[in-house]
C-alpha cells in the first residue's frame, strides 16, 4: 500500500514538472524561420563559405610577399656579441673556407699549451646595395604578379560559390514546386476516392473502381513523400553551402516562380571571366619571373660599413693574463668599402633556367588559348540551353489549361458513366506533369539565365535582373 502510494507521488510530482516545463518552454521566445531571397543567399554565401574565405587569405598572403619582395631594397644591419673560454695555440697556415675550425688570430707560439683564456668580440657590420641593375624591381614585380593570380583565383572562387548558391537555391525551388504539385494530386485523388466509393456503395460502379482509386490514392501520397524528402535534401544541400546548418531557413522566391524575364543579359567578353583573368596572370607571373631570371646574372654591389672590439687573455709573448682579462674589448676598429660580386660560373645553371621557365611561359599562354575556347563553347551552351527554356516556358502555359480542362471533363464523363477510372487516371496524372512542367519552365528560365551569366563570368547582371522583375 505505502509503495503504491510512494508511485502515486511520484506520477503528481512528474506530471506538474513536465507540465511547468512545458509552459516555461511555450513562453520562451522561439528563433523565429529566417527568410532568404537569391540575392541574399548568394551574398551570404560569399561571405561565409569557407573556400571563399580561404582564397582571400591567400590573396592577403600573396600581398605579403610584395612587401617581403620590397624589404630587399632596405639596408641589412647585423649584431655579433660573442664571449668564450679558449686555447690560444695557433699554427701557420691556409684552410679553405669551411664553417668547421674556428678560426684562430694572433703569433705562432713554439709551444702549445692546454690552458685556456678569456675571449671576447662585439661588432656591427651595415651593408646596402645601391645597384642592382633592376634585379630587386624584378622580384617585386614577380610578387605583384603572384597576388594578381590569387586575387583572380579567389574572383573565380566567389564567381563558382555564387553560381552554385544559386543554382542550389533555384533547386530547392523546384523540388518545393514539386512537392506542392504531388500533394494537389493527393487532394485531388481523395476528393475522386470518395466519390468512387460513394458510386460502388450506391451499386453505381463495379468494386474493382473502389480498388482502383484507393490504389492510386496510395500511389499519389509515396509519390509526395518522395518529392517532400527530395526537397528537404536539397534544402539541406543549400544550408550547408550559405554556412547556416542547423537554422531554420524559408525562401522567398520573388519573381522567380511569378515572372518571366523579357530581356537578355547583356554580352560580356569573355576575357574578363574570372577564370580568363587567372591564367592570364599565369601567364603574367611566369613572364615576371622570366624577367627577374634576365636581372639575376649580373654584378653585385654592397656598400659596407663595420665596427668591431676583441680582447684576449692571451699575450702576444706567450704568457696568459690572469682573471677576467680578456672579457673586455680591448682592441677597437673601424671599415668601410664596397665589396662587388659575380657568380661567373652561374652562367651555364641561368641559361638553362630560362629554358626551363620560356617553356613555362609557352605552356601557359597556350592554357590561356584554350581556356578561352572553353569558356567560348560554355557560353554558346549556355545560350542554346537558354533558348530552349525560353521556348517551353512558352508552352506549359498550354499544357496546364489544357490538363486542368481534360481532368475536370474526365471527372464529369466518369460521373455520367461515359468514361472508366483508367481515363480519370490517365487525366490526373497529365494534371500533376503539366503542374510541374509549368513551375519547372519558369524556374528553368531562370536557371538558364543564371547559367548564361556564370558562363561569361559575372552573376551582377543576372541579380540586376531578377532585382527589376521583382513586383
Excluded at 574570372?274 to 639575376?296: D, F, G, I, M, W
Aim: hydrophobic share 45%; aromatic share 6%; net charge negative.
Amino acid at each position: 500500500m505505502r509503495k503504491a502510494v510512494r508511485w502515486e507521488a511520484w506520477l503528481m510530482v512528474s506530471l506538474v514538472i513536465g507540465c511547468r516545463v512545458s509552459v516555461l518552454w511555450a513562453q520562451a521566445p522561439q528563433p523565429e524561420p529566417r527568410s532568404l531571397t537569391l540575392q541574399q543567399a548568394v551574398e551570404h554565401a560569399l561571405e561565409h563559405y569557407p573556400s571563399v574565405r580561404v582564397a582571400l587569405e591567400r590573396a592577403q598572403g600573396a600581398q605579403g610577399q610584395i612587401d617581403l619582395a620590397r624589404t630587399n631594397y632596405l639596408p641589412t644591419s647585423n649584431l655579433l656579441w660573442q664571449s668564450n673560454r679558449a686555447t690560444a695555440n695557433n699554427i701557420f697556415g691556409l684552410l679553405l673556407p669551411q664553417g668547421v675550425i674556428p678560426p684562430i688570430s694572433g703569433p705562432v707560439l713554439p709551444t702549445t699549451s692546454n690552458r685556456t683564456v678569456w675571449g671576447s668580440a662585439a661588432g656591427v657590420l651595415f651593408s646596402w646595395e645601391p645597384l642592382d641593375f633592376g634585379y630587386r624591381r624584378a622580384t617585386v614585380n614577380a610578387a605583384r604578379a603572384g597576388e594578381n593570380l590569387a586575387w583572380s583565383q579567389a574572383n573565380l572562387t566567389r564567381l563558382d560559390v555564387a553560381s552554385e548558391a544559386a543554382q542550389a537555391f533555384i533547386s530547392v525551388l523546384a523540388a518545393q514546386q514539386a512537392a506542392r504539385a504531388a500533394r494537389a494530386n493527393v487532394d485531388r485523388w481523395e476528393v475522386v476516392d470518395k466519390s468512387v466509393h460513394v458510386l460502388v456503395d450506391n451499386e453505381l460502379r463495379p468494386g474493382a473502381d473502389a480498388s482502383r482509386a484507393d490504389a492510386e490514392l496510395a500511389v499519389a501520397r509515396t509519390l509526395w513523400i518522395q518529392a517532400q524528402t527530395a526537397a528537404r535534401v536539397i534544402h539541406a544541400a543549400l544550408v550547408n553551402i550559405l554556412g547556416i546548418t542547423g537554422a531554420d531557413v524559408n525562401l522567398d522566391a520573388g519573381p522567380l516562380l511569378s515572372a518571366q524575364p523579357a530581356e537578355d543579359l547583356p554580352v560580356l567578353p569573355l576575357a574578363s571571366h574570372p577564370a580568363a583573368t587567372a591564367q592570364q596572370a599565369q601567364v603574367e607571373q611566369v613572364k615576371a619571373q622570366e624577367q627577374a631570371l634576365n636581372r639575376s646574372y649580373v654584378p653585385r654591389f654592397f656598400t659596407q660599413a663595420a665596427l668591431s672590439g676583441r680582447g684576449s687573455g692571451a699575450n702576444p709573448d706567450g704568457t696568459d693574463s690572469p682573471g677576467l682579462n680578456g672579457l673586455g674589448l680591448e682592441r677597437a676598429n673601424y671599415a668601410a668599402g664596397i665589396t662587388v660580386t659575380f657568380p661567373l660560373f652561374d652562367y651555364f645553371s641561368n641559361r638553362a633556367q630560362k629554358k626551363i621557365v620560356d617553356a613555362h611561359q609557352k605552356a601557359e599562354a597556350a592554357q590561356y588559348d584554350q581556356t578561352l575556347q572553353s569558356l567560348s563553347e560554355g557560353v554558346e551552351q549556355a545560350q542554346a540551353t537558354l533558348e530552349g527554356a525560353r521556348k517551353v516556358a512558352e508552352n506549359t502555359p498550354v499544357e496546364l489549361a489544357a490538363a486542368r480542362a481534360s481532368e475536370a471533363q474526365s471527372q464529369a464523363r466518369y460521373k455520367a458513366g461515359l468514361a472508366t477510372l483508367v481515363d480519370v487516371s490517365q487525366a490526373e496524372g497529365l494534371l500533376v506533369q503539366a503542374e510541374i512542367d509549368d513551375a519547372m519552365a519558369r524556374l528553368n528560365l531562370w536557371r538558364s539565365l543564371e547559367g548564361v551569366a556564370a558562363a561569361q563570368g559575372n552573376l551582377q547582371p543576372f541579380l540586376e535582373l531578377l532585382r527589376r522583375s521583382a513586383p
